[in-house]
């Protein structure tokens, strides 16, 4: 990861989305003329996280449902301020929440929602038949499929691996009925798909904030004021319209985030 004369090092997922938080971040902080590099798709949750305490980078963009059930999966995190004070023992800070969620849901075809005359996950139990594809760390955590398919005592056990991309493309061209996605990702409303209503609330909330280590936020004091700055900015209609700029080649990750910048703070 970059060194020489950068100050700031950023992390981001590897989905749109996260990069474009990244990207924002990293245009709001050169703007303050902070020495900042991006370190873009580093991977999953564990990798950014760990590369986190590590100090192999300062900061990335994080969901709160994924903090409780994937970070700190196994403790009981009761209340928002346990949260924080887990993380503040491992040096890592918490900013306000940027102003959406983005949480998992299932999704099908409309038609093929339809066909099947569902509309909640628990609708699923009378489909054991069913071809389900899900992305690798939703099968994996506890807040995923394991715990998911508990929940509701589901029957599916023909559930295969599949990368988020690629899964939207299976799923349109017939070869599953079922997949994985996030709210907010630009495929949904593009490609006309039908959530299921989660209708034993299993999955938490899942609001989008910046973690960055407090020694770094201590040297440089801009980092966290422009996190700051960040929170509350983002509704969920906007990202999933950067999210869609993005996905439909628009805009890069580039331009989306300065765009939204420009158009929010005056920044150019
Ligand atoms: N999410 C929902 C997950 C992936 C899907 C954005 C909260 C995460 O990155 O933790």
Do not use: C
């Not at 029957?155 to 079922?178: F, K, M, N, P, T």
């Amino acid at each position: 990861l970059p060194r020489a004369g950068v100050r700031v090092r950023l992390g981001s997922k590897k989905f749109t989305e996260s990069v474009i938080l990244g990207e924002m971040l990293r245009i709001l902080l050169e703007h303050s003329g902070v020495k900042v590099a991006h370190v873009r798709e580093i991977g999953g949750t564990r990798l950014l996280f760990d590369a986190l305490v590590a100090g192999e980078i300062d900061a990335y963009p994080e969901y709160t449902g994924t903090i409780l059930k994937e970070i700190f999966v196994g403790k009981a995190v009761a209340d928002d301020r346990s949260m924080r004070e887990l993380l503040r023992k491992q040096g890592v800070g918490v900013a306000e929440s940027l102003g959406f969620s983005n949480t998992y849901a299932l999704a099908l075809t409309r038609r093929r929602a339809a066909e099947l005359g569902i509309s909640r996950v628990s609708d699923l139990r009378r489909l054991p038949e069913l071809r389900i594809a899900l992305t690798h760390e939703f099968l994996d955590r506890s807040d995923g499929w394991p715990a998911l398919k508990r929940a509701y005592d589901l029957q599916q056990d023909q559930v295969v691996g599949v990368d988020h991309d690629l899964a939207y493309r299976q799923l349109l061209a017939g070869e599953i009925d079922l997949i994985d996605v996030y709210s907010t990702d630009a495929m949904i409303r593009r490609s006309d798909l039908f959530l299921l209503a989660d209708d034993r609330s299993f999955f938490p909330r899942y609001d989008a904030l910046w973690l960055y280590r407090l020694d770094s936020a201590a040297r440089d004091p801009q980092l966290v004021a422009a996190i700051e700055r960040l929170a509350g900015t983002i509704s969920e209609s906007a990202m999933q319209k950067l999210n869609d700029d993005v996905e439909a080649r628009r805009a890069t990750e580039e331009q989306a985030a300065s765009e939204f910048l420009a158009t929010r703070f005056g920044i150019r």
